[in-house]
């Protein structure tokens, strides 16, 4: 017998994942990726791996011996119990450790589950924009990618189509906004599993992007009343000539108990067509072959029979670590790396905090120290670095709490594949100060100092003036 592929599915515990997964398992190992494996069990065909994939370092392990790699992970609701970051700096993060874990894992193609993208738009929503930078990531690599770009998946969770079944369920009349006549092309949860699926492995769609649809183009309305007319609810709509998008983002999350982080950028790309382009359809992958109706109906009839089989008490919430996750993209100079940026940061930051901040750089260890108080110690990661991510674990000062698990306290530099752009990033950092006072003081001055040194760097970039180093070591060239 021939040997089953490996497939690691990223995600595997949210929606879209748990059903790849039951497709899949029949005929491949399935390496099933989460964030928490608590109560998970493994299986002849399914094996649980715990993997952060904010840290290259678990992406990397979670990618060991991997043949296929599925990557359906979006970042919309924050995991840290204080994020500063916004949700595409996130997935771009994201993007890179895994792109970079598999490249070094040597796994044959990644499978990537992304949106459509309209054609001649001139500028995208964010969420839409941020889909197209995580392609271009996953892309920047030596493994070859297959994008899977599809509009509203109609199933019984996820995001979009519970939303819709929400707002007929609850509101028997409905002002619809101009937005609501945008055209869109919406798809089955079954094909989009089928084209995941056929794309595994797939030579002829190798390196390339696939948009899959339904049998039919529909507007935002034409759905809302389709799905009224299968709850068999009566439901009174009224246009009007008004885009207003942000008062709907708001109205929606509200009325429906959708969390802002997720309602507000899906919401905001609505104002764009969703309409699959015939010369991005594949013949075998990309029709899906369910109405709207049909797939509408059978997602609730799922969702009700899990309803009746669940216990109406819901699980308790997992405490989160009293941790911050912060993330901030700037301005890179050209001819410039995200290692300089690293070292020149703290050169920058001593010079603002004069005279009461001042830096020293001992033994690959950097210490910011206001007056003679040593606040915040960072060590150089040099065996983790390169010319285009500088890597720094937290390892002491009287901010920090040292993370009892080496490592896991870091700031990096990241250079974005493409663009003269860097991010840079706080990870899993503890504070010492008790959390309101941190919140209210540290948190706040953090953000303020990050926008201003976007700012210094967007006027160096204008005069062209980019000064020397303060610190003559370079680590990467010892």
């Known amino acids: 017998m021939a040997k089953k592929p490996i497939i690691a599915i990223s995600g595997a515990s949210g929606y879209i994942g748990k059903n790849l997964m039951n497709q899949l398992q029949d005929k491949a190992h399935i390496i099933a990726l989460s964030r928490s494996i608590e109560n998970k069990e493994n299986t002849d065909n399914v ?62 193609q990644i499978i990537y589950l992304s949106g459509i993208l309209p054609d001649n738009e001139k500028e995208l929503s964010r969420h839409l924009e941020s889909r197209r930078e995580v392609e271009m990531v996953l892309n920047s690599y030596t493994v070859p990618v297959t994008t899977v770009r599809a509009g509203l998946i109609v199933g019984p969770s996820g995001s979009s189509f519970p939303i ?16 609501t006549r945008q055209k869109t092309q919406p798809v ?9 699926d056929g794309s595994i492995g797939n030579k002829d769609v190798t390196d390339k992007s696939i948009d899959v649809a339904g049998p039919e183009v529909m507007t935002y309305r034409d759905i809302m009343l389709e799905t ?50 015939a010369s991005r359809m594949h013949p075998d ?46 301005p890179l100079p050209k001819e410039h790396s995200a ?34 108080k040593k606040m915040l110690e960072f060590s150089y990661a040099k065996e983790r670095s390169h010319e285009q991510r500088a890597l720094y674990y937290i390892t002491g000062g009287a901010f920090a709490k040292v993370n009892p698990e080496p490592g896991r306290g870091r700031i990096e530099f990241r250079k974005i594949p493409h663009k003269d752009e860097c991010i840079i990033a706080i990870h899993e950092y503890q504070p010492s100060l008790p959390w309101i006072l941190y919140t209210f003081t ?23 003036s980019l000064p020397s180093l303060k610190f003559e070591q370079f680590y990467l060239n010892e």
């Open 339 to 372: 290692d300089w940026l690293g070292r020149y940061y703290l050169q920058w930051l001593e010079s603002i905090g004069k005279p009461f901040l001042h830096a020293k750089e001992n033994d690959h260890r950097s210490s910011i120290y206001l007056f003679n």
């Open 228 to 277: 009224a007319d299968v709850m068999g609810k009566k439901r009174k709509m009224i246009s009007v000539p008004f885009m207003s998008v942000k008062l709907s983002r708001l109205w929606v999350s509200v009325t429906t108990g959708t969390p802002k982080e997720m309602v507000y950028p899906l919401i905001e790309s609505l104002i764009h067509p969703m309409v699959a382009e």
């Open 442 to 464: 540290q948190a706040n001055m953090h953000i303020w100092v990050m926008f201003l040194f976007k700012k210094h760097l967007e006027r160096m970039i204008r005069k062209d």
């Open 285 to 330: 992958l990309s029709y899906g072959q369910t109405s709207f109706r049909e797939a509408a109906q059978a997602a609730l009839e799922e969702e009700a029979a899990k309803g009746n089989n669940q216990k109406k008490s819901l699980p308790a919430k997992p405490q989160k670590v009293a941790d911050v996750r912060s993330i901030q993209r700037v």
């Open 188 to 196: 089955a949860l079954p094909d989009v599993l089928h084209a995941l």
């Open 164 to 179: 819709v079944k929400k707002l007929v369920k609850r509101l028997p009349m409905m002002i619809l906004p101009k937005w």
């Open 47 to 108: 094996t649980w791996r715990q993997a952060d994939l904010f840290s290259l370092s678990d992406s990397e392990n979670a990618l060991k011996d991997v043949d296929y790699a599925v990557y359906l992970v979006h970042s919309m609701l924050p995991s840290a119990k204080l994020t500063q970051a916004k949700f595409e700096d996130m997935d771009f993060i994201l993007a890179d450790n895994f792109a970079q874990a598999a490249q070094k894992n040597q796994v044959k």
